[in-house]
């Protein structure tokens, strides 16, 4: 039976470029269906009643939300492709925190960056600086989160490049100058072509904040 | 034999997450309690990042966040599956972890830390929110006795815990949060889980519960 794979998602969304990348790796085709946030699908609305948001992965009819979920569900599934969790349960309960850390820290506060002024956006560059150095720190000398294999951490953390730009121009601030490390870790993964096909041109995201703030009103 | 340590606070939902998985799986272990006001230096070097209880330490390794502690145990000892074996059904119950931990949380410490009727409102309004999202959807396509069907399982161990915080605060502050007729599916489905023995026995009580809380909001607020 051929499997129907459908992916609801919005171009610029760091969740949805998460399983893009997840189901490149694995080589699944799919049905990439782009929503207008402003104007919601039924099939949006009725695959993610509790949160009616994107990215939902609809397998066979069968919806699963959130970006982190989904990943995992991918690997349980077409667990004999690319394994992107690691095996041993101490490493792989380390994976889950970290792709957590990122979760928690990495979004938030890239968006307090870009929708804040002064002291609030000088105290959100802060911390987040300091969650990439703390992810650096992780990173080590390994070529990816995974080790010598990209994986779990690597696909959680990546998209969110896309949005430095954004966070650079509206923070005032050098990414690169500050954590290095992290760039060369990102040019690394950028060389894969599961995720060079899947992230956006950081430039047109910055492009669509633009808009955004124009929208909500910051100036 | 594994040495098994768990760092936290016996009063906390998410210590008693990982109590709950630790003894309904027969895992021998060694509680320690940390105190709020003085945690152990240990805890601070086995979790750098967040600073905070439930910390595992398995053969000296330790794992952080209690969601993450609770698929390790589960993963390491199958005895007691608490996460379903078809990958569907893992996804859900891992998207019903996620909200019980992403949504009435934050709203259910903002209840424990009020320090005026303006503030419990708001936060009693919020915890109403999710709770509704959890009867109406959750509950009501649901006629199993538990998420796992007969027994318990991961989603159980997510809730469970902090039902029984949102109770011990109705009586710590005098409110009312649950009601008996607002959430009929989650009070009937809480009254199953707190029956389940190796669950009644490891709760923690609810009388100390209340003093302890009461005890906190007193340090933090100057008064109860």
Not at chain 1, 4 to 14: A, H, N, R, T
Not at chain 1, 18 to 32: D, F, M, N, S, V
Not at chain 1, 34 to 56: A, C, G, T, W, Y
């Amino acid at each position: 039976m051929a499997d129907e794979v459908v992916l609801l998602d919005f171009w610029p969304s760091p969740f949805g470029m998460r399983i893009r990348i997840t189901l490149a790796e694995k080589g699944i085709k799919y049905e990439y269906k782009e929503e207008d946030l402003r104007n919601k699908s039924p099939l949006l609305l009725q695959s993610n009643p509790v949160h009616k948001k994107i990215p939902v992965l609809i397998h066979n009819g069968k919806p699963i939300c959130e970006s982190l979920i989904a990943v995992q569900y991918i690997e349980d599934v077409w667990s004999n492709r690319n394994p992107l969790l690691p095996s041993d349960p101490y490493h792989r309960a380390q994976a889950r925190f970290w792709a957590d850390y990122v979760d928690k820290k990495v979004y938030d506060l890239g968006r307090k960056i870009w929708t804040s002024k002064g002291e609030e956006q000088e105290a959100a560059k802060k911390e987040f600086v300091e969650a990439l150095k703390l992810l650096e720190e992780q990173l080590g000398d390994k070529t990816y989160f995974g080790g010598d294999n990209f994986g779990f951490v690597d696909i959680a953390l990546v998209p969110f490049y896309t949005w430095f730009k954004a966070y650079e121009t509206f923070g005032n601030f050098n990414i690169e100058s500050e954590c290095p490390k992290f760039i060369a870790w990102v040019k690394r993964c950028l060389q894969k072509e599961s995720v060079s096909k899947s992230l956006p041109d950081p430039h047109k995201v910055y492009e669509f904040v633009v808009e955004i703030r124009k929208r909500i009103g910051i100036e | 034999m594994a040495d098994i340590k768990l760092h936290g606070f016996w009063y906390s939902p998410f210590t008693v997450k990982v109590k709950l998985t630790l003894e309904l799986k027969g895992i021998p272990y060694e509680n320690i309690e940390e105190d709020r006001l003085n945690m152990s230096a240990q805890v601070f070097q086995y979790n750098p990042v967040y600073k905070r209880v439930p910390v595992l330490v398995h053969d000296g390794k330790p794992i952080c966040e209690s969601t993450i502690i609770v698929e390790y145990i589960d993963q390491i000892w199958p005895y007691y599956p608490l996460l379903p074996t078809d990958s569907y059904e893992r996804a859900l119950a891992r998207f019903w972890v996620k909200y019980a931990d992403d949504m009435p949380v934050p709203a259910i410490g903002s209840l424990a830390q009020s320090s005026n009727d303006e503030e419990q409102e708001k936060a009693i309004e919020k915890i109403w929110e999710h709770l509704r999202v959890i009867e109406d959807q959750r509950f009501n396509n649901n006629v199993k006795k538990f998420f796992g069907g007969d027994t318990i399982n991961i989603v159980e161990i997510a809730f469970g815990p902090l039902v029984r915080f949102i109770k011990v605060l109705e009586e710590a502050l005098e409110v009312k949060v649950l009601g008996d007729e607002k959430f009929p599916h989650l009070q009937s489905w809480y009254n199953n889980f707190k029956d389940v023995p190796v669950i009644k026995e490891n709760l923690p009580d609810q009388n100390k519960m209340v003093a302890v809380i009461k005890f906190y909001r007193e340090k933090l607020l100057g008064s109860s």
